[in-house]
C-alpha cells in the first residue's frame, strides 16, 4: 500500500462525512423567509395569529401574513417555512391546497382544516376533544382542541390531557408538524415556545439573552434611589436600560436636576437611555360601523382618527426625545405605553424608533420583529415585576423564571422601580444570573436608530452618534411661536415687572426727596 | 370649557388692569404739569361771568351748616356769585337753616322744588334751580361739601382760558377719612378715581367725567341739553355724554377743590353706591344702543371703558374667582401653567402701586397705614364691590323689564365728630 491509499480513503471518510455534517447542518440552519397563512371567519388577523407572527420572527428574519383567500398561485414558493392555522373551520381554498402540497420546507398547521392539506394525509383527525393540561401543565380552563393520531415514525413534542387519555398536542413528522390548537392562552404559548426549535428544525440555542432595566423615572422621582440601583448594576458591570418619562402631569424632568445629573452619570456607566411616553391617543373607542350611515362616513372617520392619533404620537415622541436629548441624556429605544396597541399606534412609532421595550400580549419570550411593530424589534419583559406589598416580593418572578428555563433561547428580562430600593435589587439580579448560560444583552452593541424631525440618535457597535438641529435660540423661537397666547402673557408680565420697578424706584425717591406741596390743603384733614 | 373661561377672564381682566396701568402714568404726568397754566391762565381773570352755585338738599340739617359757611368764604365777587340751596321736600331743619343763611348774606338764596320737580331726586332738584336763575355759569355741590376758597374760581378760570370745555370739573376729598375703616377705603378709593381715571383720561384723550359735585358747565348748555335727565340715578354721568355729544370736552382742572363727607356704615355705602352703579349701567345702556350715532367718538371710547367696567371686566373677575374656589375642590385641569400664577400675582402688585401712585400725589396719604390698608382693600373693598355691580345689575335689569320707576335714595349724612379742643 503506497501513502496515496490513506489518502484516498481518508478523502472518501471526509466526503461522507461533509454529506453527512452537511444533511445535519442543514437540518438545524437558520430560517429566512416563512409565510402564516390563516382561515379566520372573517378574514381578519385575530390575536392568535399575531402570536404566531411574533414568536416565528423571533427566529425568522422574514415573515409574511396571507389570509388563505388571499394566496395566490406561485406566492409561497420561495419561503423555507409555512404556518398554516386553521382559527375556524372551512374549505381551504384550492390554490392554497395546490401551493402546500407543492411545499418542501417546514411547514407547521394549527387547529382546524389541516386533514385538508396532503402534507397530512398520514395523519387521522377524529374530533375534538377538551384539554386540561398540555405539556405537563395545567391550563387555567379547559379547552377544545383537535385529536389526532399522528402517523407511525412522528414524535410528539407536547401532550394534552383530558379526563381520561393523552392526546397528541404538538406532533412532528418529518417537516411536517401539526398543534392541536388555534387559539393561544398563557401555557400554550409556553408549550409553543419550548417546542420552536424543533418544530422548526432549528438549532437550540445554547444561552439565554438576560436584560434588567430601571423603570418608572420620571420627574418626581427620588434621585438618590435612582442612584442607587443604577451604581448597583453599574459597579456589577450588567448592563442595564433606564426607561425615563420626560414629562409627569405639567413637571418636566429638567426641573428634577439632581435626578438629571445622576442619570447621566448613570448613562456613562452602562445604563441606556429607554424613553416612555404617556399618550393614550386621547380619542375615544372609534364607534361600530353600524352607527354610521355609511361605509363611507365609516372609513372617512377612521381615517381621520388614525391621522389625528399619528399626529398626536409623532408630537408627543419628539417632544420626549428632545426633551431628554437637549439634557444629554439619549434615548436608543421606546417603551411600550400602553400593552393593547393600534397598529397605527405602532407604525406612529416605528418611524422614530428600531427597538420598542414592553409586556404586549402578542409577544414571546424572546427578542421578536413581529409584523404589527412595522419593523420594530421589540424586547420583552419576561419575569414581571418586584412586589414589595407582597410578602415575597419575588414571588412572580420564581414563577416566571421556572417557567423560562425550560424555554430554549428564552430572554430573561426585568424590570424594577428604583423606588423599591436596592434590597429587592439585588435580588432579582441574583435569580436571572442562577439560570445557567444566562448572558447579559450587550444593547450597547447592537445598531440601533431613534429620530425626530430635529434629533437623531445612531447607535453602533462603537459609537453613538447624536444630530441636532435644536439650538436654544430654535428652541426659545419655536416655545415663543409654538404657544403666541402664553408668550403674549409673559410679554405682558414683562412689561408689568417693568412698571413695578419704576414704581419702586418712584417710591425710593420719594424718601430721599423732600417733596414740595402740590396743593394748598386744610390742615386738620388728609 | 374651564380652560376658555379662565383666558376670557384672564384677558378682560388684564385688558383693564393694563389700561389703568397707562392711565395712572397719564395721571401722574398731569398732577405734575397741570398747575403750570395758571399763571398765565389768570391773566384772563378780570372780566369774570356771573355764576350761580346750585346746592339741591333733601333733609341735611346734619351737614348744610357748614357748607353754606365754605360757600360764605368763597374768592370770587359776591356781586357775581349767588348759591341756591334747592330745599327739596325736606322734613328737618334744613330749610331753617338754610334760610337763616339766606338772611345774613344777600347772595345765598333758598328755593322750594315745586311740583313736578318735588321730591323726585337731585336732578329735578337741580331743574328748579335751573328756571329759577339765570347767571352765565352754573356751579354744583352736593349738601355736603366744603368746598375750598378757590375752588369756584378755578372752575370758572378754566371754563374761561378753555372755550371748548362744555364743563370744568374740580377735584374732591373726603372730609372724614379716618373716621371708619370705610371711609380710609373710600379715600383711598376717590383718589385712585381721580388720579387714574380722571386725570388719566384728560391726560391721554380729553375725556372727564361730571362726577355731581364741583364742577362748573356753561349755562347755555344747560338750556340747549334741556337740563338735567329725572329717569337717571346716575345724572353726572349722563350730562357728561350730553355735553360731549354737543362737541365740548369736559376739562379736570384739580385745582379747584371740596371736601365731601362719605358714607361711614356698610348699609349707606351700599345704597349710594348701588345707585351710582345703576346709574351708570342706565347711562351705558341708553348710550350704547346710540354709540355711532354720538358725534364725538372719543365719548364711544368712554362709553365702552364704562360698558368693560361694568359688564365685562368683573363678569372676568367673577368668572376668575368662581374657577379659582372650584378649583380648589375638584380639579379642572387648568393648561395655562405658571404664567397664570405669575399675572395673578402680578395682578395684585400692580394693584398695589397704581393706588399707591395715586396716594403719592396727595401730600400725606403715602403713609404706611394707608399701605396696609390697599392690601385689605384688595381682598375686601374690592370684592365687595363686585357683589354690588352684580346686585345692581340684577336691579336694574328688573326695573327695565318690569318698567319700574327710578326711587332715587337719599344718602344719610353723618355728624362731624368733635375732637377735643378743636
Excluded at chain 1, 392541536?180 to 409556553?190: D, K, N, Q, R, V
Excluded at chain 1, 364607534?287 to 409623532?314: L, M, P, V
Excluded at chain 2, 370736552?249 to 379747584?256: L, T
Amino acid at each position: 500500500m503506497t501513502y496515496k491509499q490513506p489518502l484516498i480513503v481518508w478523502m472518501i471518510v471526509f466526503l461522507l462525512a461533509s454529506s453527512f455534517a452537511g444533511t445535519s447542518v442543514k437540518a438545524e440552519e437558520d430560517k429566512e423567509t416563512a409565510a402564516i397563512i390563516y382561515m379566520t371567519n372573517d378574514g381578519d388577523m385575530q390575536n392568535d395569529v399575531y402570536f404566531l407572527d411574533a414568536l416565528l420572527s423571533a427566529v425568522v428574519k422574514e415573515v409574511d401574513l396571507y389570509a388563505a383567500s388571499e394566496v395566490q398561485p406561485g406566492d409561497l414558493r420561495k419561503y423555507e417555512v409555512i404556518l398554516f392555522v386553521g382559527a375556524e373551520e372551512g374549505r381551504v381554498p384550492e390554490i392554497v391546497q395546490e401551493e402546500i402540497a407543492g411545499f418542501s420546507g417546514e411547514l407547521l398547521a394549527f387547529g382546524h382544516n389541516a386533514e385538508q392539506l396532503s402534507p397530512f394525509a398520514e395523519w387521522k383527525f377524529i374530533g375534538e376533544e377538551i384539554i386540561r393540561t398540555v405539556g405537563g401543565e395545567p391550563l387555567e380552563q379547559a379547552k377544545l382542541a383537535t385529536q389526532v393520531i399522528s402517523p407511525a415514525g412522528s414524535i410528539v413534542l407536547a401532550e394534552g390531557l383530558s379526563l381520561d387519555k393523552q392526546l397528541p398536542y404538538i406532533s412532528k413528522k418529518g417537516s411536517v408538524t401539526y398543534v392541536a390548537t388555534s387559539f393561544f392562552g398563557p401555557i400554550e404559548t409556553l408549550v409553543l415556545s419550548r417546542s420552536l426549535f424543533t418544530m422548526l428544525d432549528m438549532k437550540t440555542p445554547g444561552t439565554h439573552p438576560a436584560f434588567i432595566g430601571l423603570e418608572g423615572i420620571s420627574p418626581i422621582s427620588d434621585a438618590v434611589l435612582v442612584l442607587e440601583t443604577g451604581m448597583y448594576l453599574a459597579d456589577r458591570e450588567i448592563p442595564f436600560f433606564m426607561v425615563v418619562s420626560p414629562f409627569y402631569a405639567d413637571t418636566d424632568i429638567s426641573s428634577n436636576k439632581e435626578l438629571v445629573h445622576v442619570l447621566q452619570e448613570l448613562q456613562k456607566n452602562g445604563g441606556t437611555v429607554v424613553v416612555e411616553t404617556s399618550f393614550t391617543g386621547g380619542l375615544p373607542p372609534l364607534k361600530e360601523q353600524t352607527f354610521y350611515s355609511s361605509d363611507a362616513e365609516y372609513e372617512s372617520d377612521r381615517n381621520e382618527r388614525q391621522d389625528t392619533e399619528t399626529a398626536g404620537i409623532h408630537a408627543e415622541l419628539s417632544r420626549s426625545i428632545e426633551a431628554l436629548t437637549d439634557l444629554g441624556l439619549y434615548p436608543i429605544a421606546a417603551k411600550e405605553p400602553k400593552v393593547q396597541m393600534s397598529s397605527t399606534e405602532y407604525q406612529a412609532l416605528s418611524s422614530s424608533f428600531t427597538s420598542l421595550f414592553g409586556e404586549s400580549v402578542h409577544t414571546p419570550a424572546f427578542i421578536s420583529k413581529p409584523n404589527l411593530l412595522a419593523g420594530m424589534a421589540h424586547y420583552p419583559n419576561t419575569l414581571g415585576h418586584v412586589d414589595s406589598a407582597l410578602p415575597d416580593p419575588l414571588q412572580e418572578v420564581r414563577t416566571s423564571l421556572s417557567r423560562l428555563r425550560t424555554i430554549p433561547g428564552s430572554v430573561i428580562s426585568g424590570m424594577y422601580d428604583p423606588s423599591e430600593g436596592a434590597e429587592n435589587l439585588t435580588k432579582l439580579v441574583q435569580l436571572m444570573e442562577s439560570v445557567p448560560n444566562m448572558e447579559w444583552l450587550q444593547y450597547k452593541q447592537t445598531e440601533q436608530t431613534v429620530q425626530t424631525e430635529r434629533v437623531t440618535i445612531f447607535q453602533t457597535a462603537d459609537d453613538l452618534v447624536v444630530q441636532s438641529t435644536m439650538t436654544k435660540t430654535r428652541l426659545l423661537y419655536e416655545r415663543v411661536i409654538g404657544n403666541p397666547f402664553n408668550t403674549f402673557l409673559w410679554i405682558i408680565a414683562g412689561v408689568v415687572i417693568g412698571f413695578l420697578i419704576a414704581f419702586l424706584l418712584y417710591v425710593v425717591s420719594l424718601r430721599f426727596k423732600l417733596k414740595k406741596r402740590l396743593f394748598k390743603e386744610r390742615e386738620h384733614i388728609g | 370649557m374651564a380652560n376658555l373661561l379662565f383666558y376670557i377672564a384672564l384677558i378682560l381682566i388684564w385688558i383693564m388692569l393694563l389700561y389703568h396701568m397707562f392711565l395712572m402714568q397719564g395721571g401722574y404726568r398731569h398732577s405734575v404739569n397741570f398747575e403750570k397754566v395758571i399763571p398765565e391762565w389768570r391773566k384772563n381773570m378780570s372780566d369774570l361771568p356771573t355764576v350761580s352755585v346750585f346746592i339741591p338738599a333733601h333733609n341735611e340739617e346734619v351737614v348744610i351748616g357748614q357748607t353754606l359757611r365754605a360757600m360764605v368764604n368763597l374768592h370770587y365777587p359776591k356781586d357775581k356769585l349767588e348759591v341756591i340751596v334747592i330745599d327739596d321736600n325736606s322734613s328737618d331743619r334744613t330749610g331753617e337753616i338754610a334760610g337763616e343763611y339766606a338772611k345774613r348774606y344777600p347772595f345765598i338764596r333758598l328755593i322750594e322744588t315745586k311740583s313736578p320737580n318735588r321730591g323726585i331726586g337731585k336732578s329735578s332738584a337741580l331743574n328748579e334751580a335751573l328756571q329759577q336763575s339765570d347767571s352765565e355759569v352754573i356751579v354744583v355741590y352736593d349738601a355736603d361739601n366744603t368746598p375750598e376758597q378757590m375752588a369756584v374760581w378755578y372752575l370758572v378760570m378754566g371754563l374761561l382760558n378753555d372755550p371748548k370745555s362744555g364743563a370744568v370739573v374740580g377735584k374732591f376729598r373726603v372730609s372724614n377719612a379716618k373716621q371708619t375703616w370705610l371711609t380710609r377705603f373710600i379715600n383711598i378709593e376717590t383718589i385712585c378715581f381721580q388720579w387714574m381715571a380722571q386725570a388719566g383720561r384728560w391726560k391721554w384723550f380729553k375725556v372727564a367725567t361730571i362726577p355731581g359735585t364741583n364742577f362748573a358747565i356753561r349755562r347755555h348748555i344747560m338750556d340747549t341739553l334741556g337740563g338735567w335727565d329725572v329717569k337717571a340715578l346716575a345724572e353726572d354721568t349722563e350730562l357728561t355724554v350730553r355735553v360731549y355729544d354737543l362737541g365740548y370736552h369736559i376739562r379736570f382742572f384739580p385745582a379747584a377743590i371740596t371736601w365731601e363727607q362719605e358714607p361711614e356704615t356698610l348699609g349707606v355705602w351700599w345704597k349710594q353706591r348701588t345707585r351710582w352703579a345703576r346709574g351708570n349701567q342706565y347711562v351705558v345702556i341708553k348710550f350704547l344702543s346710540q354709540l355711532f350715532k354720538l358725534k364725538r367718538k372719543r365719548i364711544i371710547f368712554d362709553l365702552f371703558y364704562f360698558f368693560f367696567t361694568y359688564f365685562l371686566f368683573f363678569f372676568g373677575v367673577i368668572v376668575s374667582n368662581v374657577l379659582f374656589v372650584v378649583n380648589l375642590f375638584y380639579d379642572l385641569q387648568l393648561q395655562i401653567g405658571n404664567v397664570a400664577l405669575v399675572l395673578w400675582g402680578l395682578a395684585f402688585l400692580l394693584f398695589i402701586a397704581e393706588v399707591a401712585i395715586s396716594l403719592s400725589i396727595e401730600r400725606t396719604e403715602m403713609t404706611w397705614k394707608n399701605f396696609f390698608y390697599i392690601i385689605f382693600m384688595y381682598f375686601t373693598y374690592s370684592q365687595m364691590w363686585i357683589i354690588l355691580v352684580v346686585c345692581s345689575l340684577y336691579l336694574e335689569t328688573k326695573r327695565m323689564l318690569l318698567r319700574q320707576e327710578v326711587r332715587w335714595y337719599k344718602t344719610e349724612r353723618f355728624a362731624e365728630k368733635k375732637v377735643e379742643g378743636k
